[in-house]
């Protein structure tokens, strides 16, 4: 009865224990559950995180404090600190094992940023003594957890054998469209028999700021311009500069980008960047496009002119994929917006943007410029007492009305009829009682 309790007391003990995620995590595609026994937080602030960027992120990276900040898994294994062997320093890790079985030390840095980390580097320094190759469990392995609960690895392979000092380095990007809840760096020997030493770890966040600033030929800022950022042929970031022409990006390392500048639809400037450090680029941007002043003429769907509405103004080439805006304007009392337009020859599409409350109306036009500078728009609603109805919602406010007035003169005549029936009525009954 004693032996039940207490078996039933330890399984309680240890469910518990693995309830809060942080403290009981599992990477399956190695099959190993690991518990988190250093956190070390990449920054809120952006000072925080420029200076946590391109620094080791592990403590005790070099095992001279022992184990401090290091969680271990023995299994069968030995795992001690050397203090008679090392690559720099007086110390090193050190795992003995004569089967198969668990062996490595794990630490974990949490994410918590307001930034959005993508690529990281990972290190160590390895010996080996007569260590077996049946499993290729001696390396430096990464487990990667998202907030959503997915999680993926990175591993880079040590040689077995026996061997002096040698460096494994790995450069990896995570999934940019997941937050991190952390990542967890293990060094591992999980082979059959042997003898291995670890030391100098090191892993650090190298996302690199990239500032873009364009100017045009008089060395002008061009503001209000789209600037994206290609991987091969995936989008990987799009922000409109300033009112100084820039705009900030922060890239994965050591990869090459294309960079290409829109300016009110128009490509104006484009180049291949190779990213290796925080870099400042200047971008000179061809906008001599002749620019020609055109006048909106903004409607409802029954020809009332909207009159003092907020609206924004969109332009596209047909040979562009996306809108680009040409401003917010406020509409004249005939419903007119003046607003300049590239001369172009070939046909573009405008789209104008008028909200009420949460609804978003839109009116668009494919056209071409031409000697008429005018250009009549019309929205899909009708205006009516400050209220903005569907043609559909319209037409059964004019049928409810037909029907009222209809109605109300029906009503109205068979009122009169009665009446005057009733007066005929009563003049009858008077000239009946004045007969003798």
């Known amino acids: 009865m004693k032996t039940s309790l207490f078996l039933i007391f330890l399984v309680l003990t240890q469910t518990l224990a693995c309830l809060p995620i942080r403290d009981c995590a599992e990477f399956s595609a190695n099959g190993f559950v690991v518990g988190h026994p250093k956190a070390i937080l990449v920054g809120d602030s952006v000072e925080g995180n420029q200076t946590l960027r391109h620094t080791n992120l592990l403590g005790n990276p070099g095992f001279e404090e022992e184990l401090k900040g290091w969680s271990l898994k023995k299994g069968h294994a030995n795992i001690t600190v050397d203090d008679g062997t090392s690559h720099s320093g007086q110390k090193s890790l050190r795992i003995d094992r004569s089967e198969y079985g668990y062996g490595y030390a794990s630490q974990t840095i949490y994410i918590n ?36 609960g997915t999680a993926e690895d990175f591993d880079v392979e040590f040689s077995h054998g026996t061997h002096g000092w040698e460096n494994r380095l790995m450069f990896f990007s995570v999934n940019a469209s997941k937050r991190l809840e952390y990542v967890q760096i293990f060094v591992r020997f999980q082979d059959q028999a042997g003898t291995v030493w670890f030391d100098d770890t090191y892993f650090a966040w190298i996302d690199t700021y990239v500032q873009v600033q364009c100017v045009d030929e008089a060395s002008q800022s061009v503001a209000n311009a789209s ?17 100084d022409g820039r705009v900030y990006f922060l890239l994965p390392s050591n990869k090459t980008f294309t960079v290409t500048v829109f300016w009110i639809g128009l490509l104006v400037a484009k180049e291949y960047v190779s990213v290796t450090q925080d870099v400042e680029l200047l971008f000179s941007c061809d906008i001599t496009t002749e620019m020609r002043e ?4 903004l409607s409802d769907f029954i020809g009332q002119r909207l009159s003092d509405s907020d609206v924004e103004v969109l332009f596209r080439p047909l040979t ?46 494919v056209t071409t410029l031409n000697p008429n500078t005018s250009i009549e728009m019309r929205f899909n609603f009708v205006k009516l007492g400050g209220r903005y109805l569907s043609p559909e919602q319209f037409a059964l406010y004019i049928l409810l009305a037909v029907f009222t007035i209809v109605a109300t003169a029906v009503i109205s005549h068979d009122i009169y009829r009665l ?18």
């Open 113 to 148: 940023s307001t930034e959005s980390p993508r690529s990281f580097l990972v290190s160590a320094w390895a010996r080996s003594r007569e260590a077996t190759a049946d499993k290729p469990f001696f390396d430096l392995l990464v487990g990667v957890l998202y907030e959503d």
């Open 227 to 243: 600037v994206r950022v290609f991987d091969g042929l995936t989008l990987l970031e799009e922000e409109q500069t300033d009112d």
């Open 294 to 297: 055109v006048t909106l003429l």
């Open 320 to 365: 562009s994929a996306e809108d680009f805006s040409l401003g917010q304007f406020l509409t004249s009392a005939n419903g007119a917006v003046e607003c300049l337009l590239p001369q172009l020859t070939e046909w573009f599409e405008i789209t104008v943007l008028l909200s009420e409350g949460e609804d978003l109306h839109r009116a668009r036009m």
């Open 419 to 436: 009446k005057k029936l009733t007066l005929i009525d009563q003049s009858n009954d008077e000239s009946e009682r004045r007969i003798p």
